[in-house]
């Protein structure tokens, strides 16, 4: 599969803070892009994604930014909740690719109260 | 809309026995469905793909006589881990995609354990 990896393993904020996860992907071609949320035992829930004709993305509190220059994708969270501690991966898709994401090594984010 | 469930959510069985765990999209119908396999404190690691009434396209590595996948309708696949061993504990997560859409909807996960 393709190659997907974290700079971070895990991170850890004070409530109301801002964070930052990063990703770096491998594959040039990779033309789309997903960051899920996956709380212990559960399977992952989808918080935002973009495309590659795109570098910035936003949604409720969530922003995704893409710089294809470098391979480089980050999720920033704004005030981040004690409901945000989960761990955070993001896929890569090659369009045309039987739709097939392939994930980074994730980073477990922990929210202080 | 675009909920996935997974039978059954954790199961033990012994090692040589066989395995089956459904994957079910409920409110919708699923053209492509996918496996994956997570150990833990890793990531999701895409096993094969499946697409209604055809054969599963599985990912380098993966044996294909060991994880039988079958996607007989639009609304179910299933994963068969045959003559599982230890090794083959794992959470397997399953995700369902719609025709013409690129979003996976994914399964609540089925925890597996071979003693």
């Known amino acids: 599969g393709e190659s997907v990896g974290l700079h971070l393993p895990t991170l850890s904020v004070q409530e109301g803070d801002n964070s930052i996860i990063n990703c770096a992907y491998s594959?040039?071609?990779?033309?789309?892009f997903i960051w899920y949320k996956q709380e212990s035992g559960k399977g992952p829930q989808f918080i935002i994604d973009?495309?590659?004709?795109?570098d910035k993305r936003q949604g409720q509190r969530v922003t995704v930014l893409l710089n294809k220059t470098v391979k480089h994708l980050s999720l920033q969270i704004a005030a981040t909740q004690p409901g945000d501690s989960a761990v955070y991966f993001c896929a890569e898709n090659i369009s045309g690719n039987f739709n097939k994401f392939y994930f980074g090594s994730g980073t477990k984010l922990n929210v202080k109260p | 809309g675009a909920v996935v469930s997974q039978h059954p959510s954790w199961v033990i069985c012994k090692s040589g026995t066989s395995v089956k765990i459904e994957c079910r999209s409920l409110?919708?119908?699923?053209?492509?469905m996918f496996w994956y396999r997570q150990f833990p404190k890793q990531s999701l690691m895409l096993m094969a793909t499946s697409n209604e009434g055809s054969k599963a396209t599985y990912e380098q590595g993966v044996e294909k006589d060991k994880f039988l996948i079958n996607h007989a309708s639009l609304t179910l696949s299933t994963l068969t881990v045959t003559s599982a061993h230890p090794e083959d504990s794992s959470f397997y997560i399953c995700?369902?995609?719609?025709?013409?859409?690129?979003?996976?909807?994914f399964g609540p996960g089925t925890r597996l354990t071979v003693t």
């Open positions: 995700s369902a995609q719609g025709q013409g859409g690129n979003e996976q909807y």
């Open positions: 973009i495309r590659s004709n795109m």
């Open positions: 409110d919708f119908q699923a053209t492509t």
């Open positions: 594959n040039s071609a990779s033309d789309y």
